[in-house]
């Protein structure tokens, strides 16, 4: 059993910064690759970014050079930092430990002048 708990989220300016957290209970967490998923009303949830336990990392096009997902084995806790976020990075963020079913309750984000 895995509970992620994100924290983070709120409204920012276009050109701003935000850092998520998502902290996972279970003694798993070190061995499993954990994921960012993004949704917006009406569409389908879409991985944003995607980090192994040995810290390998992949990145959705619209994100690479702006986001960067990273890990903290001793605090069981994943981040990703948004630099220069967009309008269109909008999104209910959730985070996921990939392929297991578990998924976080999620954190808005909101990029708005």
């Known amino acids: 059993q895995v509970q992620l708990v994100e924290s983070g989220g709120g409204l920012v300016q276009p050109g701003g910064s935000l850092r998520l957290s998502c902290a996972a209970s279970?003694?798993?967490?070190?061995?499993?690759?954990m994921g960012w998923y993004r949704q917006v009303p009406g569409k389908q949830r879409e991985l944003v970014a995607a980090?192994?336990?040995?810290?390998?990392?992949n990145y959705a096009d619209s994100v690479k050079g702006r986001f960067t997902i990273s890990r903290e084995h001793a605090k069981n806790t994943v981040y990703l930092q948004m630099n220069n976020l967009k309008p269109e990075d909008t999104a209910v963020y959730y985070c996921?430990?990939?392929?297991?079913?578990?998924w976080g309750q999620g954190t808005q984000v909101t990029v708005s002048s």
């Open positions: 980090i192994t336990s040995g810290g390998s990392s």
């Open positions: 279970g003694s798993i967490f070190s061995i499993i690759s």
């Open positions: 996921t430990a990939m392929g297991r079913g578990y």
